[in-house]
């Protein structure tokens, strides 16, 4: 069964910081890259950062410098890291593999207000 929930969202002011997490199932965490996404209002969804099976990082142009992505294998949880959030990082924040699969998680909400 693929189970993907996301936690660790909430209100913060800019400059603050969160920590998502994002607990897997194994069919689609195991061997996997896994990668956090977000959905900002009024733009599709897009990619954050995505980890190889052993722990390799990339970010994508918005995050990089203030986000860090890791996972933890044993306990198939990959995590976000989020360090001087800004209002325009607002959205909602689904974890995923890469490539993608049609079955996402509830997501969390991340509210960053000026």
């Known amino acids: 069964q693929v189970q993907l929930v996301e936690s660790g969202g909430g209100s913060v002011q800019a400059g603050e910081s969160l920590r998502l997490s994002c607990a897997a199932s194994?069919?689609?965490?195991?061997?996997?890259?896994m990668a956090w996404l977000r959905q900002v209002p009024g733009k599709e969804r897009e990619l954050v950062a995505f980890?190889?099976?052993?722990?390799?990082?990339n970010y994508a142009a918005p995050g990089k410098g203030r986000f860090t992505i890791s996972r933890d294998n044993d306990a198939r949880t990959v995590y976000l890291q989020m360090n001087d959030l800004k209002p325009e990082d607002t959205g909602i924040y689904y974890c995923?593999?890469?490539?993608?699969?049609?079955?996402w998680g509830p997501g969390t909400q991340v509210t960053v207000s000026a």
């Open positions: 995923n593999k890469i490539p993608t699969i049609p079955a």
């Open positions: 194994g069919s689609v965490f195991d061997d996997n890259t």
């Open positions: 980890v190889s099976r052993t722990g390799f990082p």
